[in-house]
């Protein structure tokens, strides 16, 4: 981006406004709608200290500062949207209207920097790739549907009933992790405050006495000494490690592909990331269908929104085995993610040529999968924070008594 000056004469006066923009044409686009007046000349310049500072704050804080949108906020924004470009209001109107009444303010900087770029004569999925984080994959994915078939109203509609769904996924997944996580942290404060201030009284005792300590007690008294004697540092590591740690997935596509590797193969981790994928996937391909996209091409929108790489390559193989002549069927065999049910489904909609029908009976399916597990995640998590707390209250209690009961004995023996 370069910085540009504007000269503009506005009430008899000439004022100076600075402000980036990609080519000098852009900067001559931008300065008439942005400045009221009579445009004098716009011109390259240097930015000032000032504005060199801000820049580069915001280069550096880019992505700690990179967030999605509040999901209530988007929902409210996109069903809006829908309602005016249903109205016959034009997208750029809609948009800056949005943008002015949004509580949010990530939302209205996005929504003005998306009117911008339309002005600037780009289409609304074209503006919206810029903020792919921010708005989530389903999002451009709908409007992609919406552009492809000239009917951009009623892919909004959709796209706020998928993430009004999406967003009561999530509050269910809240609420069933609420009280696991409750007890979890009320067992890690207990753990804390007992290595903290009772296991040292004991470590004295221990040390008067010259015994041969047992393994759980060493354990205890080692993690004694680093909590109270390295505790801020080991906290400081274990945050630059997990910030390190994000910046490569971030920036790295193989680390990222590892990592998401590595969550298909933990327990319950995979299923959630398995159905709620799968759901997505079959939900926009069967919206895409049912507009008359063709496979190749719906495959290759719905392919677009899976965050999951291993996920995405398997998926993106049915789009060769597609391209090639193949059947959708076939190539979704061939990924191995597609119980047989929804292969034989997908074969017969092929045949009867209703696959839009069928597909939709697929994303039903998975999408009641999906629920299924959200609604058990409660039961589900259980059993690992019973493993956990016993765990915990296990080596404190043979920790602590263990010495003691071998003491007893050495005393009783004596006698």
């Keep these: 981006m370069t910085y540009f000056i504007a000269t503009v004469l506005s009430k008899g006066k000439k004022e100076d406004y600075g402000y980036y923009a990609e080519t000098k044409k852009e900067a001559h686009y931008l300065a008439k709608i942005k400045f009221s007046g009579i445009i004098i000349k716009v011109a390259e310049s240097e930015p000032p200290l000032e504005e060199k500072f801000k820049q580069f704050k915001a280069s550096l804080t880019k992505n700690m500062r990179k967030k999605k949108i509040k999901q209530d906020a988007l929902i409210a924004s996109t069903r809006q949207l829908a309602v005016m470009t249903n109205a016959g209001i034009p997208i750029n109107d809609s948009i800056k209207e949005i943008a002015r009444s949004a509580s949010d303010n990530s939302l209205k900087d996005i929504f003005l920097s998306i009117a911008d770029d339309i002005n600037s004569g780009h289409s609304l999925s074209h503006a919206m790739g810029n903020y792919r984080f921010e708005l989530g994959n389903l999002t451009l994915a709908m409007i992609e549907l919406g552009e492809k078939t000239g009917n951009v109203a009623d892919a909004l509609y959709s796209l706020s009933n998928m993430l009004e769904e999406i967003r009561a996924n999530v509050i269910k997944f809240k609420k069933a992790m609420a009280y696991p996580r409750n007890v979890m942290i009320a067992m890690a404060i207990a753990f804390t ?148 049910m929804i292969i034989q489904m997908v074969s017969a909609g092929e045949s009867s040529g209703q696959l839009d029908s069928m597909m939709q009976k697929v994303a039903e399916y998975y999408k009641m999968k999906f629920d299924a597990i959200i609604d058990g995640l409660a039961e589900a998590v259980e059993p690992i924070m019973l493993i956990i707390i016993a765990s915990m209250v296990l080596l404190l209690a043979l920790g602590i008594f263990l010495p003691m009961w071998n003491l007893g004995q050495a005393v009783n023996g004596s006698h």
């Design 193 to 340: 405050i007992l290595i903290s201030y009772v296991v040292p009284k004991f470590k004295a005792i221990f040390e008067q006495l010259h015994a041969e300590l047992p393994l759980p007690t060493i354990i205890l008294l080692k993690l004694e000494y680093i909590f109270n004697n390295f505790g801020p540092y080991v906290l400081a590591a274990l945050f630059i490690s997990f910030m390190i740690f994000r910046f490569m997935i971030n920036n790295y596509r193989n680390v990222r592909y590892n990592f998401h590797k590595f969550l298909l193969k933990i327990y319950l981790i995979k299923n959630i990331i398995m159905y709620a994928t799968l759901s997505r996937f079959t939900l926009v391909f069967a919206e895409l269908i049912r507009a008359g996209i063709p496979i190749a091409e719906a495959l290759d929108t719905s392919i677009s929104m899976v965050d999951n790489l291993p996920l995405k390559d398997k998926l993106s193989s049915v789009r060769a085995t597609v391209e090639k002549g193949g059947n959708l069927h076939n190539g979704l065999k061939e990924t191995d993610l597609f119980e047989n």
